[in-house]
């Protein structure tokens, strides 16, 4: 294969957490019987207050994007070992947010709900399937999709074209997408 992007979301499940207000308290709530349902499952998400989960993960995201940013040689920051700091501090944010996602779905989790858990998947499947979708309608090839990733064969490569498809992909996706890697 030749001319293969890899387009990775950025924290996926976490964001979707707090883009869809997905928190044990808010899925099905008695508030909101008429809110629109999360695709495949039918649950319906609170849409008259924030969960506590959206709250905790909103500053953690935050930060997290701050670091990758700053770990970044773009940076401005000339020195490589303050760039390693960074990029560890990113690391363990992850890791949180990770962490937060699996808790959702622990059956002894006090802040846990299963149905909370299945509308993180749900709407993480459906958000790559328009990541597909949105690729293919501008004459792309999905050559693999896994959970939060897709690798697409394009015809041209330059920064600028594969900025132009990243952005387009994001939008129709719903949720923040990087390119993490040209193969050629």
Request: net charge positive; proline share 7%.
């Amino acid at each position: 294969h030749e001319n293969v992007a890899e387009f990775d979301f950025v924290s996926m499940y976490p964001a979707m957490m707090g883009q869809h207000n997905i928190s044990p308290e808010t899925v099905n709530c008695p508030c909101c019987p008429d809110a629109e349902p999360v695709p495949e499952i039918g649950h319906r998400l609170c849409t008259r207050r924030q969960g506590l989960i959206p709250k905790v993960l909103a500053p953690i995201l935050e930060k997290r994007a701050r670091y990758k940013v700053l770990s970044k040689d773009e940076s401005g920051i000339p020195n490589p070992e303050s760039r390693a700091v960074y990029k560890r501090r990113a690391a363990a944010h992850k890791w949180i947010l990770v962490t937060c996602f699996g808790y959702l779905g622990f059956k002894n989790a006090r802040f846990g709900k299963i149905e909370a858990h299945e509308c993180v998947t749900a709407w993480g499947r459906e958000s790559l399937l328009r990541a597909k979708n949105a690729a293919e309608r501008r004459g792309h090839r999905i050559l693999h999709a896994l959970v939060d990733a897709l690798w697409v064969v394009i015809g041209d490569a330059r920064p600028q074209a594969l900025e132009a498809l990243r952005l387009a992909i994001e939008k129709e996706a719903g949720c923040p997408l990087a390119l993490e890697g040209l193969y050629k």
